[in-house]
């Protein structure tokens, strides 16, 4: 009744009267008030006048799965959703549901992650309530050697959905980090289960810092998130899908030539590193270079004094020759 009587305040265009909603869902008035007074417990902004009844004023930062279900507005992406107040990792519980055969787009997200990961292995930072730890699970049938495009597609997404959304003027290092002043608010972690020439599944998973006040030792000189950065009071709800909307639209942009062709000039435009002097850290060869934007494939270009390289994503970090960036 919960959820049902959330939609219903959701979908009036002001007060919805007591007498209404008891008609409406067959039940007394002491069981509406109930429901309002858990609604209103879980971060619903709920006003009660006399003679007016009940109007949906506000809603703080609520992520669950009800929730996440009822602001979803994209085609694919979510068509399931499951939500854990906490799980060991997002890419985790994604590839159980791959295995499990869950369906292409079904969409993983966590409350909190005891056991976030970074590329090689490395921590992800995953507190509590300040952000959004998620994971989609995809079966395409392109070939196992242009899965690592998707990381590329996905740090698009989320780079213009923070910025049409909170007019933050996020950039990307590349490959899968977004950065905001220098500082990394969001990584992306793309991982898959092959045949020789197939795709059993992917899995991309996203963690965005939203609203961190500080971070751990390790991981305070180059975080940051939105809430430092002046991005105001988030939803992580209304994020996620802005997210997920943007990513289908790149996405199939990507399917079509199976490349990224038509997004690469966009790429490029967000890419923090772009003209600049970067240092790549190739476990073999180190080398330093000009970042000149990416291929059609995802690699990065660097102009060095031997010339121009290309340089797969794999086990590659780049780093600005001062910094981070
Ligand atoms: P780089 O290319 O910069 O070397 P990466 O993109 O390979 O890094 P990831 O593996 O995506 O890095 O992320 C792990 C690293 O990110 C950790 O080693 C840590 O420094 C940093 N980190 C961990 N948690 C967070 C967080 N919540 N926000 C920002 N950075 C974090």
Redesign the pocket.
Known sequence: MKTELLAALRSAEGFVSGQELCDKFGVSRTAVWKSIQKLKAEGYQIEAVPNKGYCLTGVADILNKEELENLRNTEWTGNKVVYFEVTDSTNIQAKRLGEEGWPHGTLVVAGRQEA?????G?????PGHT?VFMTVLLRPSFLPGQASMLTIVAAMAVTKAVRVKYGLDVQI?WP??IVLNG???C???TEMNTEIDAINYVVIGI?I?VS?ER?GD??AK??TSLRIEGGGEIRRAELIWAVWEAFEAYYGNFIKTGDLQGIKHEYDGYLVNIDRQVRV?DQKEPFTGTARGITAHGELIVETDEGIKRVSSGEV???GIFG?V
């Not at 976030?116 to 090689?120: A, L, N, S, W």
């Open positions: 976030g990961r970074g590329r090689r490395r921590t992800w930072e995953s952000g290092k899968n980090d500082r990394k608010i990584g992306i972690l963690g810092n961190n971070f390790d991981t180059v975080a850290l970090s780049v780093r981070y």
